[in-house]
């Protein structure tokens, strides 16, 4: 099972939005909405801020949202600011395998 | 308070077997399904291993038929027992709880794997 598809990095100023993509297909993003993120700080194990596409868990920052359509997952941020230089991977549900895929993660630099 | 702390890395040689182990405190493993997820320094996360509340486990093609995931209800400890390990399995290995639909709630810390003569 190939693992999802996003941009190897994204960059944005403080107080700016970005977005980052997840690409998968028909057999796990495209057919379940069991599309969740992670962010990643150096040395540090991955936390969870999305699930479910779009819900976040508690005490997780509003300024992070999820979304998708067809085969592809977004998680945008918004009011960019320092702490949120990280690295982000997304995962997802797949029929092919019955668990789970990651995507090769992104790396947000805040200029 | 919800502590998953895993032990049991180290430097290894090809071939050899290593048992990790996964002490969790803070919720019960039995109603919980439990998730080995690998990552090599410096790239992105594989999914490993996981064993359903039910008892059920399931592997990554990578690991199957070398790597066998186990549980003890009792110690609330949650093992990964790795055979035959090759140069490619050296990575940090974390081990989390599965949450809402496939998503992974709590993480430990991680312990590193390395494999190497």
């Known amino acids: 099972q190939s693992a999802l598809t996003q941009p190897a990095s994204v960059s944005g100023s403080p107080g700016q939005s970005i977005t980052i993509t997840c690409a998968g297909t028909?057999?796990?993003?495209?057919?379940?909405?069991?599309v969740s993120w992670y962010q990643q700080h150096p040395g540090k194990a991955p936390k969870l801020i999305i699930y479910?596409?779009?819900d976040r868990p508690s005490g997780v920052s509003n300024r992070f949202s999820g979304s998708k359509s067809g085969n592809t997952a977004s998680l945008t941020i918004s009011g960019l600011q320092a702490e949120d230089e990280a690295d982000y991977y997304c995962?997802?549900?797949?029929?092919?395998?019955?668990?789970?895929?990651f995507g090769g993660g992104t790396k947000l630099t805040v200029l | 308070e919800v502590q998953v702390v895993e032990s049991g890395g180290g430097l290894i040689q090809p071939g050899e077997s290593l048992r990790l182990s996964c002490a969790v405190s803070?919720?019960?493993?039995?109603?919980?399904?439990m998730i080995w997820v690998r990552q090599v320094p410096g790239k992105g996360l594989e999914w490993v291993s996981h064993?359903?509340?039910?008892?059920?486990?399931d592997y990554s093609d990578s690991v199957k038929g070398r790597f066998t995931i186990s549980r003890d209800t009792a110690k609330n400890t949650v093992y990964l027992q790795m055979n035959s390990l090759r140069a490619e399995d050296t990575a940090v290995y974390y081990c989390?709880?599965?949450?809402?639909?496939?998503?992974?709630?709590?993480w430990g810390q991680g312990t590193l794997v390395t494999v190497s003569s």
């Open positions: 989390a709880r599965g949450g809402s639909s496939w998503s992974i709630d709590y």
């Open positions: 803070g919720f019960t493993i039995s109603s919980n399904y």
């Open positions: 995962s997802a549900y797949t029929i092919s395998s019955t668990s789970v895929i």
């Open positions: 064993v359903y509340y039910s008892g059920g486990t």
């Open positions: 028909s057999s796990d993003i495209g057919d379940y909405d069991y």
């Open positions: 479910d596409v779009n």
